[in-house]
C-alpha cells in the first residue's frame, strides 16, 4: 500500500502542476545569449532513465566520466573526448540468478552513480546494490536489501550507506557488501516518489526523512544521535500536507543545510542539530553551494540565491515558475538549470539574470548536470550524454 501510495502522489503532484500549468500557457522568457556554451561532445547511454522517477546521474572523476542507463548499462568514458573506455551491462552477468530478478529485461537501476577509492556503487529499484571495478567494469559484488534505491549511495568513513524508499538507512561494508547496520525510519503512509541521498559526514550518516524530519547516525554503529523536525503537515489536502526531506543535505564548516516540500530552507548545527536559522523556501530538488551563497529551486520553479551564514535572499528569478526545473548546478560564474522540454537554463551567479538558452534534448532534463573546473555535463531522460564548455 505504501508503494502504491508513493506512485500516487508523485502522479498527483505532476498532474497538479500540469493543470496549473494548462490553464495559462506557459512562455520562456525572452533571453539575448551574451555566452556561447560550446558542445564538447555528445554520446548515448543505454535507453536512459525514460519516464521513470531516478537518482541516476553520471559523475565526472578525474579524466573520466561514468554513467548508467535504467536498463542496466554501465559506461566509462574519457572527458575529453566522449570516447568509452568500457562498458558493461548488468543484464548479463549470471543469467541464471540476475536476470530473474529483473522485469521487462532491464535491470532498473536508479541509484548512482557513487565513485569512492577506485570502485562504483550503484542501486536499483529491485533491492540490489552493486558495486564494480571503476578500472575496467568488472562486477565485484552484488547484495539484496530491503526496498527500492532510487537515490545514489553514500561513501566515507570505511562505509557505503543506501537509503530505501521504506525509509530503511543500510549500512554496507565496501569490499564485500556485507551489511554492517541497519535503522529503520519512520515513513507516512503518502510520501513523494523520492528519496533524500545520505550524506557521511564527520562519522555520522545524515538522513532525511518523509515525515519532515532530519536526523545523524553514528556511522560506526547506526546509532542515532539526533533528529529534528524542520516541516510539519498543514492543510486540508493531502498535497498540502507532504512534508518529504528529498533534498540531498549539505554540509559546511559543521553546519547543515537542508529543505523540505511544504517545509523551511533550515541551517543547524551538525553535531547537535540546534537550529542556527531558518527560511521559508520549500524544495525536493538538490540544492547548491559556491562560498557563502546556497542556491535552490523551490517547488515551484523559482530559483534562489541565499546567504548561507544568515539566510538572507542575495536575489530570486521567478522567470521559469512551473516549468519542471532540475536541481541548480555551478559552473565557473554560472548557474545552470535544465527544465523537462530539454532546455538549459544559463543563469549569472551574481545577479540572477539570465545569460543564455540551449535547446538539446526533448526528452527532457529530469536531474541536476555535473561539473568541474572546465566541463559541465547534462543527461537527458533518453540517455544522451551531453558535455558543454564555456571559455
Same mark, same amino acid.
Request: one cysteine or more.
Given at each position: 500500500?505504501?508503494?502504491?501510495?508513493?506512485?500516487?502522489?508523485?502522479? %498527483?503532484?505532476?498532474?497538479?502542476?500540469?493543470?496549473?500549468?494548462?490553464?495559462?500557457? %506557459?512562455?520562456?522568457?525572452?533571453?539575448?545569449?551574451?555566452?556561447?556554451?560550446?558542445?564538447?561532445?555528445?554520446?548515448?547511454?543505454?535507453?536512459?532513465?525514460?519516464?521513470?522517477?531516478?537518482?541516476?546521474?553520471?559523475?565526472?572523476?578525474?579524466?573520466?566520466?561514468?554513467?548508467?542507463?535504467?536498463?542496466?548499462?554501465?559506461?566509462?568514458?574519457?572527458?575529453?573526448?566522449?570516447?568509452?573506455?568500457?562498458?558493461?551491462?548488468?543484464?548479463?552477468?549470471?543469467?541464471?540468478?540476475?536476470?530473474?530478478?529483473?522485469?521487462?529485461?532491464?535491470?532498473?537501476?536508479?541509484?548512482?552513480?557513487?565513485?569512492?577509492?577506485?570502485?562504483?556503487?550503484?542501486?536499483?529499484?529491485?533491492?540490489?546494490?552493486?558495486?564494480?571495478?571503476?578500472?575496467?567494469?568488472? %562486477?565485484?559484488?552484488?547484495?539484496?536489501?530491503?526496498?527500492?534505491?532510487?537515490?545514489?549511495?553514500?561513501?566515507?568513513?570505511?562505509?557505503?550507506?543506501?537509503?530505501?524508499?521504506?525509509?530503511?538507512?543500510?549500512? %554496507?561494508?565496501?569490499?564485500?557488501?556485507?551489511?554492517?547496520?541497519?535503522?529503520? /525510519?519512520?515513513?507516512?503512509?503518502?510520501?513523494?516518489?523520492?528519496?533524500?541521498?545520505?550524506?557521511? =559526514?564527520?562519522?555520522?550518516?545524515?538522513?532525511?526523512?518523509?515525515?519532515?524530519?532530519?536526523?545523524?547516525?553514528?556511522? =560506526?554503529?547506526?546509532?542515532?544521535?539526533?533528529?529534528?523536525?524542520?516541516?510539519?503537515?498543514?492543510?486540508?489536502?493531502?498535497?498540502?500536507?507532504?512534508?518529504?526531506?528529498?533534498?540531498?543535505?549539505?554540509?559546511?564548516?559543521?553546519?547543515?543545510?537542508?529543505?523540505?516540500?511544504?517545509? =523551511?530552507?533550515?541551517?543547524?548545527?551538525?553535531r547537535s542539530g540546534r537550529q542556527i536559522w531558518k527560511r521559508d523556501y520549500a524544495s525536493?530538488?538538490?540544492?547548491?553551494?559556491?562560498?557563502?551563497?546556497?542556491?535552490?529551486?523551490?517547488?515551484?520553479?523559482?530559483?534562489?540565491?541565499?546567504?548561507?551564514?544568515?539566510?538572507?535572499?542575495?536575489?530570486?528569478?521567478?522567470?521559469?515558475?512551473?516549468h519542471f526545473l532540475t536541481g541548480p548546478t555551478v559552473y565557473k560564474d554560472y548557474l545552470?538549470?535544465? /527544465?523537462?522540454? #530539454?532546455?538549459?537554463?544559463?543563469?549569472?551567479?551574481?545577479?540572477? =539574470?539570465?545569460?543564455?538558452?540551449?535547446?538539446?534534448?526533448?526528452?527532457?532534463?529530469?536531474?541536476?548536470?555535473?561539473?568541474?573546473?572546465?566541463?559541465?555535463?547534462?543527461?537527458?531522460?533518453? #540517455?544522451?550524454?551531453?558535455?558543454?564548455?564555456?571559455?
Amino acid at each position: 500500500m505504501k508503494l502504491f501510495a508513493k506512485f500516487t502522489v508523485a502522479l %498527483l503532484v505532476a498532474l497538479t502542476l500540469s493543470a496549473c500549468s494548462s490553464k495559462e500557457k %506557459l512562455v520562456l522568457p525572452d533571453v539575448q545569449n551574451s555566452i556561447n556554451p560550446e558542445k564538447v561532445w555528445q554520446s548515448k547511454v543505454g535507453k536512459g532513465v525514460a519516464h521513470y522517477e531516478s537518482g541516476l546521474t553520471p559523475a565526472i572523476v578525474g579524466d573520466k566520466v561514468y554513467a548508467a542507463s535504467r536498463d542496466g548499462i554501465v559506461v566509462a568514458k574519457n572527458l575529453s573526448n566522449g570516447r568509452t573506455i568500457w562498458s558493461f551491462d548488468l543484464r548479463s552477468e549470471g543469467k541464471s540468478s540476475l536476470l530473474a530478478r529483473f522485469s521487462g529485461d532491464t535491470a532498473r537501476i536508479a541509484g548512482g552513480v557513487t565513485f569512492n577509492d577506485n570502485k562504483l556503487y550503484l542501486g536499483t529499484e529491485d533491492g540490489d546494490v552493486f558495486a564494480l571495478n571503476a578500472e575496467n567494469g568488472q %562486477l565485484l559484488w552484488r547484495v539484496p536489501v530491503k526496498g527500492e534505491v532510487i537515490a545514489s549511495p553514500a561513501t566515507g568513513d570505511g562505509l557505503v550507506v543506501v537509503v530505501t524508499t521504506a525509509g530503511t538507512v543500510i549500512a %554496507l561494508d565496501p569490499q564485500s557488501g556485507e551489511q554492517r547496520w541497519t535503522f529503520e /525510519d519512520e515513513q507516512p503512509a503518502l510520501t513523494i516518489r523520492g528519496v533524500s541521498e545520505p550524506v557521511i =559526514e564527520a562519522g555520522g550518516v545524515i538522513y532525511g526523512s518523509g515525515t519532515g524530519r532530519v536526523g545523524v547516525l553514528i556511522a =560506526e554503529r547506526g546509532y542515532q544521535a539526533w533528529e529534528e523536525v524542520i516541516a510539519t503537515p498543514q492543510g486540508s489536502t493531502d498535497l498540502s500536507r507532504l512534508v518529504d526531506v528529498d533534498a540531498k543535505p549539505i554540509v559546511v564548516a559543521g553546519t547543515l543545510y537542508t529543505i523540505a516540500y511544504n517545509g =523551511e530552507l533550515v541551517a543547524m548545527e551538525l553535531r547537535s542539530g540546534r537550529q542556527i536559522w531558518k527560511r521559508d523556501y520549500a524544495s525536493f530538488r538538490n540544492m547548491a553551494i559556491a562560498g557563502n551563497v546556497l542556491y535552490l529551486v523551490d517547488s515551484t520553479g523559482g530559483i534562489y540565491a541565499v546567504d548561507r551564514r544568515n539566510g538572507s535572499e542575495i536575489w530570486g528569478q521567478q522567470g521559469l515558475q512551473r516549468h519542471f526545473l532540475t536541481g541548480p548546478t555551478v559552473y565557473k560564474d554560472y548557474l545552470v538549470v535544465g /527544465d523537462n522540454k #530539454g532546455n538549459l537554463h544559463w543563469l549569472n551567479r551574481e545577479t540572477g =539574470e539570465f545569460v543564455a538558452r540551449q535547446s538539446l534534448d526533448s526528452s527532457g532534463f529530469y536531474r541536476q548536470a555535473v561539473a568541474n573546473e572546465d566541463y559541465i555535463l547534462v543527461t537527458s531522460r533518453n #540517455g544522451e550524454l551531453v558535455l558543454l564548455q564555456v571559455p
